[in-house]
Every structure is written in structure tokens, then in C-alpha cells.
């Protein structure tokens, strides 16, 4: 089988600045349809989309809430379908950024995680803290801001986040997780995404 992926020139695709198709401020997919010419006649024969799922953007994308639906700034499932078959007709590929370290704190899976009886308890990393639940369990820092652990003030267990603390980190450890995330995968490359 040919690596057509090696053989791609690659227009990425931060939607929310790159054209905005219905006039209120920010780029959406009607205006990457707009643009489906301009992106053939530059050579580009693929694009990638940075995240556009729905997200309460407090990593802009990055902190997904729903892995399988468009951010409604951006538009809806249907008219994605419309510009990934119109970038199929130009011989187009496109792939979507798939961000699986985290989820957003407003994701189903971590509002249920917070009660320690959820089986979704253990799609994240939960521990307790120490000196009787004061301090977090170790020192590690986040990339973003301070220390890597949030406490829930409910349950009193503090969870793992290595970027902001509104993206808590997915355990993978839990081969539960890895098979939600080759679900997710499935659903877009059934869609017809390249990768």
C-alpha cells in the first residue's frame, strides 16, 4: 500500500480565524468551503483541522466536550460532511486533530467521574491527597499553571491535569479509555476523514 500520507502538502487549518463565512466575527466551515479553490490552486492537497469539536475554549479547541459533533461557531455535522465531500471531489484529503491526552472539565465522561462509584471514575487520574487530603499527591507542575492536581472540593480526591485544570488528563492505563478513543476514530474515518 502507497504512504500517501508522506507524499502530502498540508494547509492546517486553524478554523477560528481562517474564514469567516457567516459574518459574526469568527471562521467557520462555510468559509473553509468558500476556500476549497484557493487551497487547490496554492497545491495543497490536504487539510488538516485543528480541533473543532465543541469546546468551552478554554484551551480554544483544545479542551473538547464532545469528541463526535462540530463546535457550533464553526457549524454542524452536516455541513462538515458537505466540506469533506467537496474536498474528496478535489482530490482533497483531510484529517482532524484528535486531542486524547485530555478532555475538557465539562465533558459527560468527567462530570460523571467525580463521583468515586462511577465507572467513569477511572477514565481519569484520580488520587488522594496527602496530609489527610490537604496537599496534592505529589509536586508535578502543570505546563500551563502551577501545580498538575485539582482538588474536587466533593469528593475531596484531587485529579491529574499536565495542562490547564480545565483539560483533566485521560488515564490510558484504563483500556476502557482506549477503546473510547478507537470508537471516536472509527466514527470519523466512517464519515469518510482521511485520517
Not at 487547490?40 to 469546546?55: A, E, T
Request: aromatic share 14%; proline share 5%; with cysteine.
Amino acid at each position: 500500500m502507497k504512504d500517501w500520507y508522506k507524499e502530502l502538502v498540508v494547509y492546517q487549518i486553524w478554523l477560528r480565524s481562517f474564514c469567516d463565512g457567516n459574518g459574526d466575527g469568527i471562521g467557520d466551515l462555510q468559509g473553509v468551503l468558500s476556500k476549497l479553490d484557493y487551497i487547490k490552486d496554492l497545491g495543497c492537497n490536504c487539510i488538516w483541522f485543528s480541533p473543532l469539536y465543541p469546546s468551552p475554549n478554554a484551551d480554544y479547541g483544545y479542551d473538547i466536550a464532545d469528541y463526535k459533533n462540530i463546535n457550533p461557531e464553526y457549524g454542524d455535522l452536516d455541513l462538515f460532511k458537505r466540506v469533506l465531500d467537496e474536498a474528496h471531489k478535489r482530490e482533497i484529503k483531510v484529517i482532524m486533530d484528535l486531542v486524547v491526552n485530555h478532555t475538557s472539565d465539562e465533558h459527560q465522561w468527567f462530570i460523571n467521574s467525580k463521583d468515586p462509584k462511577s465507572p467513569y471514575h477511572d477514565y481519569y487520574i484520580w488520587r488522594k491527597g496527602k496530609k489527610n487530603g490537604k496537599c496534592p499527591p505529589n509536586n508535578w507542575l502543570s505546563c500551563f499553571e502551577g501545580g498538575a492536581w485539582e482538588q474536587d472540593e466533593k469528593s475531596g480526591e484531587y485529579y491529574l491535569h499536565v495542562f490547564a485544570k480545565k483539560q483533566p488528563d485521560l488515564n490510558h492505563d484504563n483500556p476502557k479509555v482506549r477503546e473510547e478513543v478507537k470508537d471516536i476514530m472509527r466514527f470519523w474515518l466512517d464519515m469518510g476523514v482521511d485520517g
